[in-house]
């Protein structure tokens, strides 16, 4: 069975730094690219960042570029968000998302809430 299951959120001050991290298991992870999403309340999800199987490729929502890394290790299977110079607007939920490009599975994770107040 195909899990995700993400840790370290909570609450943080605005300028602060948290590092949010996804476990897989039940899946060959190095074959899956791996992403990040978030949903405000009242909002859609939106695709934070991602990382791709092999490359390693990185992309990131603009709102949260020169932020925010996403980095996984394989050995581990786990990818992770580290994200710095927080502020108010990245309070959300922070989703881990997996999908196998050749085979189109994917899956997600249950989910971590990220709050930035003071």
């Known amino acids: 069975q195909v899990q995700l299951v993400e840790s370290g959120g909570g609450l943080v001050q605005p300028g602060g730094s948290l590092r949010v991290s996804c476990v897989a298991s039940g899946l060959t992870f190095r074959w899956y690219a791996m992403s990040w999403y978030r949903q405000a309340p009242g909002e859609e999800r939106e695709l934070v960042a991602t990382?791709?199987?092999?490359?390693?490729?990185?992309n990131y929502a603009d709102s949260v570029k020169g932020r925010f890394t996403i980095s996984r290790d394989n050995a581990k299977n786990t990818v992770y968000l580290q994200m710095t110079s927080l502020k108010p607007e990245d309070t959300a939920v922070y989703y881990c998302?997996?999908?196998?490009?050749?085979?189109?599975?994917?899956?997600w994770g249950q989910g971590t809430q990220v709050t930035v107040s003071s």
């Open positions: 998302y997996a999908r196998r490009t050749a085979t189109l599975r994917d899956c």
């Open positions: 990382m791709t199987s092999t490359v390693g490729t990185t």
